[in-house]
């Protein structure tokens, strides 16, 4: 027996986005206090320091929501998406690894101290957080604002699409008859099948006429290509019926 219950897909909730948001906000405020320090290495006047992370991740954030929105575009935009990505990308990585790495050199402990390849792997995460919390973000917006897969009961009633109601002249037309023969109680309706045909079976007995002149034995095939070769169309009933007409008089004559 089928179940009397559809499967529900999940649906994200508001603390679902929240969660993503909050980690996007970590990776990037992580990621905002390394780069605003390598603005102030670079000689940005200090009053100006805060727009250099914000170029560079702002990038990153919105590059991931532009390849998502373009991602059926023309490969050229495509490829432009692609490209303002990787470099903003590639730049906030190696940015916040250069940070790590630098400090990590002129800092002198006498705890824990890693490496620098270890610190320099471990300052991209905060970047790579960024993006990947904005992917999550927009997959889960987009989730939750699609229609459910499966309804039962009224609510499967109210999505099922409407069969448009057929003319009453076209329902007749197609309605066999019912009607006995004979009876004068109403007028006997013939259920036509098929285009109607474009000639009349006698100009089409003298388009075939030259066809039996000219073959002893004409074929199907010869019939029906002089016919559509002067404009009109014939159906296999019909030239069944034109060459049972035309056979007895090739015979007689």
Same mark, same amino acid.
């Given at each position: ?6 499967? !529900?897909?999940?649906?994200? !909730? ?10 996007? +906000?970590?990776?990037? @405020? ?22 250099? =992370?914000?170029? *560079? ?16 575009? #023309?490969? %050229? ?5 692609? @490209?303002?990505? +990787? ?29 620098? @390849? ?19 973000? *927009? ?7 699609? #229609? #459910?897969? +499966? ?12 069969? =448009? ?8 037309? !197609?309605?066999?008859?019912?009607? #006995?023969?004979?009876?004068? /109680?109403? =007028?006997? %309706?013939? %259920?036509? *099948?098929?285009?109607?045909? /474009? ?10 006429? =030259?066809?039996? +002149? ?14 559509? /070769?002067?404009?009109?169309?014939? /159906? ?8 049972? !007409? ?8």
């Amino acid at each position: 027996m089928p179940p009397t219950t559809a499967l !529900t897909p999940h649906r994200a !909730t508001a603390w679902d986005r929240a969660a993503v948001t909050l980690l996007g +906000a970590a990776g990037c @405020t992580l990621s905002y206090d390394a780069l605003q320090q390598i603005a102030v290495a670079l000689h940005i006047r200090p009053v100006l320091t805060y727009l250099f =992370p914000l170029v *560079i991740d702002g990038f990153i954030a919105y590059g991931v929501r532009a390849l998502l929105v373009l991602r059926n575009a #023309p490969f %050229r935009a495509r490829f432009y998406v692609w @490209t303002l990505f +990787a470099t903003a990308t590639t730049a906030s990585v190696w940015a916040n690894a250069l940070h790590a790495v630098r400090l990590n050199q002129q800092t002198r402990t006498t705890g824990l101290h890693l490496g620098d @390849t270890t610190v320099g792997l471990l300052s991209t995460i905060a970047p790579l957080a960024l993006a990947g919390a904005v992917h999550l973000h *927009i997959l889960i917006t987009r989730a939750n604002t699609r #229609p #459910p897969t +499966a309804d039962t009961g009224h609510d499967a009633a109210e999505h099922r699409p409407q069969t =448009p109601a057929r003319p009453e002249q076209e329902i007749q037309r !197609t309605r066999p008859d019912t009607t #006995p023969a004979g009876s004068e /109680s109403s =007028p006997v %309706r013939l %259920r036509r *099948i098929g285009r109607p045909p /474009s000639a009349e079976l006698d100009e089409l007995l003298d388009l075939a006429r =030259p066809v039996f +002149a000219a073959h002893e034995s004409p074929t199907r095939s010869l019939v029906r290509e002089a016919v559509r /070769s002067a404009g009109h169309s014939l /159906s296999e009933d019909r030239l069944t019926q034109v060459m049972t !007409t035309l056979r007895p008089e090739q015979d007689g004559h």
